[in-house]
């Protein structure tokens, strides 16, 4: 439905070297859609089967309905990667599936695209199962027309809905690509698709408040939670494009701080914490010795080491090597380092080339620039 956010879930299998994952949300609307199916909509439209049958109907819906949600997100996540953009994977989850973007569309034409694939090959799932039900629909058994005509149905409502030109929708995304072509303006693209998610987001939550007063208590409740959804993708999204275009054209050595604070491997934790920590106020620091960085060690660490072994202890015991998680190198683009350290919740990252601490870049900082740029600028 919509490829915003990354959505923590675990791990089922993968697909076209796509990670597909269920979040635990993700359980409470199968077992609903089930359960629906099963005593309430197969029973109106098949009359006379068994019990078993309509769980088993019920089932088999439920399953093809988010087997054609993989489909829909893993047409996204593929055009992506044909316009060379990384994408995480996919994520079932409360509200439907997710395709996890690791960054915006470099183009209007891969926005485009992009957006359109999904809500296509829904269509055509839906198309597959009227054709079937068309030349099959005198030899096929009640249960399995039933489901057919259920999913090519709900595939066809899904390519409607997601069409709505309201972001993150894929209409939304639809209409921002052609905003973007016209305009050749990311930013006021953005704020007018999102603008309009949002208020389609407010309209959800308001007819939600109506079922409720009419006494539909589940049906008020699931449309004000999706307007809920909507508006608040529509903000991420749109302060996700003002953080890109505030730090646009900037490395990460414009941000760092080259007055950095080190410390010597060979100090105990004890001095670490009172020498350092309790005196800078920093959660991490570089670890330094002769000139040439070794890592890092963290407050994380210092917290699983015993008190009664902090004068006995030692920094390069405990130092994190240096990696890509934890350095970058000075020219690195500065919105990617962000991006990437919203994701892997990180607040500082050392900044070095050749083996050498230049300066620390921290989250703080690039919040702060963003803020008064926004604040100046508009």
């Avoid at 670490?272 to 890092?296: A, N, Q, T, W």
């Avoid at 240096?322 to 990180?346: C, F, I, W």
């Avoid at 050392?350 to 690039?366: F, H, Q, R, Y």
Wanted: with cysteine; charged share 20%.
């Amino acid at each position: 439905m919509v490829y915003i956010m990354k959505i923590k879930g675990k791990k089922i299998f993968k697909i076209l070297d796509f990670e597909v994952k269920i979040d635990p949300s993700w359980i409470i609307i199968a077992l609903l859609i089930t359960w629906s199916l099963a005593s309430g909509l197969f029973p109106s439209y098949y009359e006379g089967l068994s019990s078993s049958t309509y769980w088993l109907m019920g089932i088999a819906g439920a399953v093809l309905l988010f087997a054609s949600l993989i489909a829909h997100e893993l047409t996204h996540s593929l055009v992506a990667r044909r316009f060379g953009m990384p994408m995480h994977g996919i994520t079932l989850f409360i509200f439907g599936g997710v395709a996890e973007m690791g960054e915006e569309p470099p183009s209007s034409k891969a926005e485009f695209y992009m957006a359109l694939s999904g809500p296509l090959i829904s269509v055509f799932i839906g198309l597959i199962f009227h054709i079937a039900l068309i030349f099959g629909g005198d030899f096929l058994p009640a249960p399995v027309e039933g489901v057919m005509s259920y999913l090519r149905w709900i595939n066809w409502v899904l390519a409607a809905f997601n069409l709505i030109p309201a972001f993150p929708l894929d209409g939304g995304r639809v209409l921002r690509a052609i905003l973007w072509t016209y305009k050749k303006d990311l930013r006021w693209s953005t704020k007018i698709a999102t603008f309009i998610g949002s208020a389609f987001g407010l309209l959800l939550s308001i007819l939600g408040v109506f079922y409720l007063i009419l006494g539909a208590f589940i049906g008020g409740i699931w449309w004000i939670l999706i307007g809920m959804f909507i508006r608040n993708a529509s903000k991420m999204s749109y302060d996700r494009v003002i953080m890109k275009s505030s730090l646009s054209g900037k490395s990460v050595a414009y941000f760092m701080n080259q007055n950095t604070v080190t410390v010597e491997p060979g100090i105990t934790i004890y001095n670490l914490v009172y020498d350092y920590i309790y005196r800078y106020h920093f959660k991490m620091f570089p670890v330094v010795e002769d000139g040439y960085l070794k890592g890092c060690i963290s407050t994380k660490e210092v917290k699983k080491i015993p008190r009664d072994d902090w004068g006995s202890q030692k920094v390069e015991d405990f130092t994190e090597p240096t990696s890509p998680e934890n350095t970058v190198p000075p020219h690195t683009d500065a919105g990617r380092v962000l991006m990437m350290m919203k994701q892997k919740n990180k607040s500082r990252l050392m900044v070095a080339e050749s083996g050498v601490i230049l300066g620390i870049i921290t989250l703080k900082d690039m919040l702060r620039h963003i803020s008064l740029k926004s604040d100046l600028e508009g």
